[in-house]
């Protein structure tokens, strides 16, 4: 749907009119969406060639479109009805929907559970009533058994015809409540995101403002502590008062990242912060941002296990006929309500709703949506947004946060896994429900391909053949087979849908890919590369923001996530008060290659003691590896340096991992913390409190089946092999080294030496990738040159 609130016209499908509701509606997100899509056109397919055997006048598919006025604003409307049948001086106007329950079904259960199929219907017989009155028409739904292919149709009558007008009085009072909506952001107040600005954030702000004005796209690199949060918060709203876009989209991987954004919007909209700002605006009332943090389905889950299917979750079973009385808007229509998720969970078990209705209901009245990268990017559930009413990415800005993880979470989005232990479980619950022996053969047949395999970086072409094959002779059967998905429970559920996908994975030219198995009886279908479908993503919206204290070289960012470089705009913060924050130098003694490393776990050891010897306070030690970090550990103890090691824990919880840290600065000579984990990049409490640091190494990715093929398809693509070597190896390694670094200054007047631990961070193509406050350190070319570096520099 697109609308226009000010010229007062919008423009929307047929499909899209029927389905309108405030309220919860059928969103046929996962696998189970693409399951019953699958289901209606092998059945409309069907129903095609046999009335074309019956009446070969019949049309198909044909284009229905037309405008209608309702209370001020002009509707256009088109679409496609399924058949268009004559029948002497009628023709009957059919649209054919496919049923999981048996018919035929009492009419009156019909219209009840399936509104929007009549709805539909009404619609297009009321565009041609518009465009052809004088002919007879007359209207038929036709629902079809999946399994058996019988069918009942039902006729329609005058009153059926009335949901046309229905469903135009729902939509321009939606339209009214976003024509509100528009004025009320007009007026929008804001306090700045910073009580105090330091040096450069409000030049930046500036850069970035005006960067957006040029290119659609920005990449914006500010080192951590710079607040960079705070300066693309005021930018985005300042582009929401002036109009230069409807909505914004804050997307970040991490959960404490979308509640410090959820909390600075708070802080920065709250009425009396407001009142402080210095300009004509402050005097009037403050105009309330609508602010929604949106959190995965199974979180919403108010049942013991989350699997959800219609006829088993009664949260979800008749929902849109028990949700108008729910008093549920409250939380889209009221702004004093609180929208955490215990308060959405506690409304959905009192209503008996579904709490995740409750936010999808809400999204389309938000002016900012803050969540994970999948809501955009990924199949399984950007359905939560694009479904949106009013979803118009072109009046969009959308912000990603930590964008140097995108490419590899938009490839992880593309991935899939399955194992023969999985397969063979789903084979013994279709037996036990006693699905088609047809279907079972071919779900055998995938159970047996599966305990075959044995480990091996690539299947060959023969192998990738076979699975193609056999998958899709499960695909092919699908849409024949409803299956008991509620009895079957989650796990297995999802095995059986992910066939369907695995088919349109192996034919996919989009997507560069490898079919491999780490294990024996594993199969991986690893997306290498799925920069073509970011950038087409990307190219949809009105403004993009990439943001991350490690961006790297512009040219590469472009390429992994799809874009030309020229259509990338750049901006770096301003940072003058981190000019000489560290003290660098490069240890020339050590190479720290997994084939040379182990020559130097004494020296790495020695030098470990020596900077705790330095250090006032427990030193960080940055390490490429758990394994790494272990072995230096044991190293110490062998060459009898007597230091209590903090060694950091797999710890998930951000709480535990915040209380081990503050302990191990207590309590600990020394913290072991491996690049690249939540440790080095998530933990905002090193800033100031660390004096001396090391790097062991780059920290490159692991040389792996994954990374070899992507450094061949590169390769293969034209790529040189320097540059190959760079996008797969140096600029993952040198980013995480950057990201670690960057968490111990944070704000004016920290200071701290850094080690960098390896010979190879002089080579220029490591030192080149290293943030510039980490360039152009002292060599240390001898334990001497150590000792000096540690006395005058501190």
Not at 266 to 287: F, N
Not at 533 to 547: E, M, Q
Request: proline fraction near 5%.
């Amino acid at each position: 749907m697109d609308f226009d609130l000010t010229a007062r016209t919008a423009r929307l499908s047929v499909g899209e009119l029927a389905d309108f509701a405030v309220g919860p509606r059928d969103g046929g997100e996962g696998q189970s969406g693409i399951w019953r899509a699958q289901l209606g056109s092998y059945w409309h397919r069907e129903l095609q060639t046999q009335t074309t055997s019956e009446n070969p006048d019949a049309h198909f598919e044909v284009a229905v479109d037309g405008e209608v006025a309702h209370r001020g604003w002009r509707i256009s409307l088109n679409g496609r009805i399924d058949q268009l049948v004559p029948q002497g001086e009628t023709t009957v106007l059919r649209e054919i929907k496919t049923l999981t329950k048996a018919v035929p079904v009492p009419e009156p259960e019909l219209r009840a559970d399936y509104p929007h199929y009549f709805a539909q219907l009404a619609i297009y017989l009321s565009l041609r009533r518009l465009s052809a009155p004088e002919s007879a028409l007359r209207g038929e739904l036709i629902f079809v058994e999946a399994g058996s292919g019988l069918s009942q149709t039902v006729r329609f009558t005058r009153e059926d015809e009335a949901m046309f007008d229905a469903r135009l009085e729902r939509l321009t009072q939606f339209l009214d409540l976003h024509r509100r909506a528009l004025e009320r952001r007009r007026t929008l107040t804001f306090a700045p995101a910073f009580p105090e600005l330091r040096p450069g954030q409000e030049d930046t702000r500036q850069q970035l403002e005006t960067a957006l004005t040029a290119q659609r796209v920005v990449a914006f690199e500010a080192p951590t502590g710079f607040g960079k949060t705070g300066v693309m918060l005021e930018t985005a709203l300042e582009s929401l008062r002036s109009g230069s876009c409807d909505r914004v989209i804050y997307l970040t991987s991490k959960s404490t990242g979308q509640l410090q954004v959820v909390h600075t919007l708070q802080r920065m909209t709250d009425p009396a912060a407001c009142h402080l700002i210095g300009d004509k605006r402050s005097q009037a009332e403050p105009t309330r941002l609508a602010v929604w943090h949106v959190r995965n389905k199974g979180e919403h889950c108010v049942n013991t296990t989350f699997h959800c299917v219609r006829d088993q979750c009664r949260f979800i079973q008749d929902v849109e006929t028990r949700w108008p009385g729910s008093g549920l808007d409250r939380f889209h229509l009221f702004e004093n309500e609180a929208r955490d998720l215990p308060t959405l969970r506690a409304a959905g078990r009192d209503a008996g709703v579904c709490p995740y209705e409750i936010t999808r209901t809400a999204l389309a009245f938000q002016d900012v949506w803050v969540g994970d990268y999948n809501y955009v990017f990924a199949p399984r559930n950007r359905g939560l947004f694009e479904n949106q009413p009013g979803w118009n990415p072109a009046r969009t800005m959308l912000i990603i946060d930590e964008a140097h993880n995108l490419p590899s979470r938009v490839a992880d989005a593309h991935s899939h896994r399955i194992t023969a232990a999985e397969a063979r479980a789903v084979l013994s619950e279709l037996d036990h429900q006693r699905a088609p022996s047809s279907f079972q053969r071919a779900w055998e047949s995938w159970t047996l391909l599966l305990s075959s395999l044995r480990a091996t970086e690539a299947l060959d072409a023969h192998a990738e053949d076979d699975v193609l094959d056999v998958l899709t002779r499960i695909a092919d059967q699908l849409p024949t087979m409803p299956v008991d998905f509620a009895a079957m429970g989650p796990q297995l559920a999802d095995t059986i849908w992910l066939t369907a996908e695995l088919v349109d994975w192996l034919r996919s030219v989009t997507l560069t890919r490898l079919l491999w198995s780490p294990r024996d009886t594993e199969l991986n279908f690893t997306c290498l590369d799925a920069a073509p479908v970011t950038g087409s993503i990307l190219r949809t919206f009105g403004h993009v923001v990439l943001a991350s204290a490690t961006v790297g070289p512009t040219d590469a960012l472009a390429a992994a996530v799809g874009l030309d470089a020229n259509a990338l705009g750049r901006v770096n913060a301003l940072t003058p008060w981190r000019d000489h924050s560290y003290a660098v130098a490069v240890d020339l003694r050590v190479d720290t290659r997994y084939q040379q490393r182990r020559r130097h776990f004494s020296r790495t050891a020695e030098t470990v003691a020596r900077l705790h010897a330095a250090a006032t306070g427990a030193p960080v030690v940055f390490f490429p590896s758990y394994a790494y970090a272990e072995t230096i550990e044991r190293q110490l103890d062998t060459d009898g340096h007597v230091l209590r090691v903090a060694l950091q824990p797999r710890l998930p919880d951000l709480a535990a991992q915040s209380a081990w840290v503050e302990q191990s600065l207590a309590l600990a000579d020394v913290l072991f913390l491996v690049l690249g984990s939540s440790f080095a990049e998530g933990i905002d409490m090193l800033g100031g409190r660390v004096t001396h640091a090391m790097v062991v190494g780059p920290a490159l990715p692991e040389v792996n089946a994954r990374q070899r093929a992507r450094l061949t398809e590169l390769e293969r693509q034209g790529v040189s092999r320097d540059d190959a070597f760079d996008r797969v190896y140096r600029i993952p390694g040198l980013q995480k080294v950057n990201q670690g670094l960057g968490r111990l200054v944070r704000a004016p007047g920290q200071r701290t030496q850094v080690l960098l631990h390896c010979q190879r961070f002089i080579e220029p193509g490591f030192a080149r990738l290293l943030a510039k406050d980490y360039q152009f350190g002292t060599h240390i070319p001898d334990d001497a040159a150590l000792e000096e570096w540690l006395v005058t520099s501190a």
